[in-house]
């Protein structure tokens, strides 16, 4: 899908932070009721302030279609979220991103004639029937729709475990799958399958760059799961140094991590878990807790400022934020809001009506599982 993106006129670039959270609080009280801005947890205080709910991508588009007052759904977050929240959302109803360059470095490891080349490759050395694809949430719509087409779903960090138990079990529809062919993080995959109690061996990496993802025959053939070779460009910053360092310097905290993270470093944590996961484990922590954190930045230091009885810190010393969602700022959410008031939708994100029955096949099939 082609975007053309705008420059950001040079007024917002320039303007000091105070001017731009009084234009911001102005055009936000005219819209009213039409609006709603959603924050993703990573998202900079700046923005998130201004937010009418805050959570993950899967749980925001969510909320978005159920209010259906709102004519116009801001998301504060990447690409993938706001292609979620438009297949998700009602017609009269207009998803914009503030700035078009917001993207997901792990969404863009995978892209549809990747997948669909995978795909043919595998029906040439196995029953292709007997492979069920199931892709993260964070992928396009044009990948979701893929699993929607194939039988596949949709999973979340949540919910991982049980569309992976769903996936290879016999069901009324369909015989069990012999294999899963799961994108774009391999990380999730593999943590998600050994706490399933699958063997390392019965995993493999498929690497999209290569013929045949770079295994033999056999190996596709024997394998359980085909792992996406992806990753979260955050989550793979932790290391097993981290963790350790953090131990050394507080041998009494508590070191929670998220399953992007590598499996070296979730083998080493004492909890592994999402975005909501993190948050409400922090929420629940007694009072003089020391919590590090493995993931992104901008979440840990609000559950920092938001605990002060705690100590919260990130894991990773010299700081990981999300480059890409950092993009959205006060100067962009000023300008996409100011703009709806004169009457003029900027950044709207679209998905055509193919592609978004096929991805809401494959993210009901989630919801009606999980």
């Not at 055009?27 to 998202?43: C, D, F, S, V």
């Not at 991982?160 to 774009?184: G, H, N, T, Y």
């Not at 760059?209 to 033999?216: E, I, K, T």
């Not at 948050?279 to 840990?300: M, N």
Request: hydrophobic share 45%; proline share 4%; with cysteine.
């Amino acid at each position: 899908m082609l975007q053309i993106t705008t420059a950001l006129p040079e007024e917002y670039r320039t303007a000091p932070p105070d001017e731009l959270a009084e234009r911001i609080r102005v055009a936000k009280a005219t819209l009213g009721e039409r609006l709603l801005i959603l924050g993703h947890h990573y998202q900079k205080d700046e923005v998130m302030r201004w937010a009418d709910a805050r959570g993950d991508s899967f749980g925001l588009s969510r909320l978005a279609a159920d209010r259906h007052d709102a004519d116009f759904i801001v998301f504060c977050g990447v690409h993938f979220m706001a292609e979620s929240a438009d297949v998700l959302t009602a017609p009269h109803q207009q998803v914009l991103l503030p700035d078009l360059a917001a993207g997901c470095s792990m969404a863009d490891m995978a892209d549809i004639d990747q997948v669909e080349a995978a795909w043919s490759e595998i029906a040439e050395v196995t029953d292709v029937e007997r492979v069920l694809p199931i892709t993260y949430m964070n992928s396009t719509a044009a990948l979701k729709a893929f699993v929607g087409r194939h039988g596949g779903a949709v999973c979340t960090s949540s919910n991982a475990r049980r569309m992976l138990e769903w996936a290879l079990s016999a069901q009324s529809d369909r015989r069990a799958a012999d294999k899963v062919l799961f994108f774009p993080d391999q990380h999730l995959g593999r943590n998600t399958a050994l706490a399933m109690g699958f063997e390392p061996s019965s995993m493999l990496v498929w690497d999209p760059r290569r013929s045949l993802g770079g295994l033999a025959d056999v190996e596709v053939k024997e394998a359980t799961f085909l792992l996406w070779k992806g990753h979260c460009s955050v989550h793979q910053r932790f290391r097993t140094e981290h963790v350790a360092a953090f131990r050394e310097a507080h041998p009494d905290g508590l070191v929670v991590v998220h399953p992007e993270c590598s499996h070296e470093v979730v083998a080493v944590a004492d909890l592994v878990g999402s975005t909501d996961f993190i948050i409400r484990t922090v929420d629940a922590a007694e009072p003089g807790s020391v919590i590090g954190v493995g993931t992104e930045i901008h979440l840990v230091k609000r559950l920092a400022d938001e605990h002060p009885g705690l100590s919260v810190e990130c894991l990773d010393p010299s700081v990981c934020p999300c480059t890409t969602m950092s993009r959205i700022d006060a100067p962009h959410l000023a300008w996409v809001l100011e703009e709806l008031v004169e009457g003029r939708v900027r950044n709207r994100i679209t998905v055509d009506d193919e592609t978004a029955a096929d991805a809401r096949v494959a993210l009901e099939r989630m919801l009606s599982i999980s």
